[in-house]
């Protein structure tokens, strides 16, 4: 997405503030959300159960908000998180 998107952090959308947007420059291009979470010394059980909130939270805070009102359609969700150098990553 190099000059094909904005890229903001810790906005206001919805009902609370998301990790990072990439909103689009152009329409017909996707936007995405991406929500972080980190924990020490996690089982990768709980990592995966980690990544999994951490989607969950963009939906139930209703992230997409800003950028559904611009009139972007296809908005890809990411829930990451991290423990030492292990990463889990739930998508949708």
Do not use: W
Request: hydrophobic share 30%.
């Amino acid at each position: 997405l190099l000059g094909g998107a904005f890229v903001t952090s810790n906005r206001e959308s919805g009902d609370g503030r998301y990790d990072i947007q990439l909103k689009p420059t152009q329409k017909g291009l996707p936007g995405i959300l991406i929500e972080l979470k980190a924990e020490k010394n996690c089982s990768d059980e709980k990592l995966k159960k980690l990544s999994e909130t951490a989607l969950q939270q963009i939906n139930d805070k209703k992230y997409e908000t800003e950028l559904t009102t611009a009139g972007v359609r296809t908005i890809y969700k990411y829930g990451v998180a991290f423990s030492g150098k292990k990463v889990e990553v739930a998508v949708g």
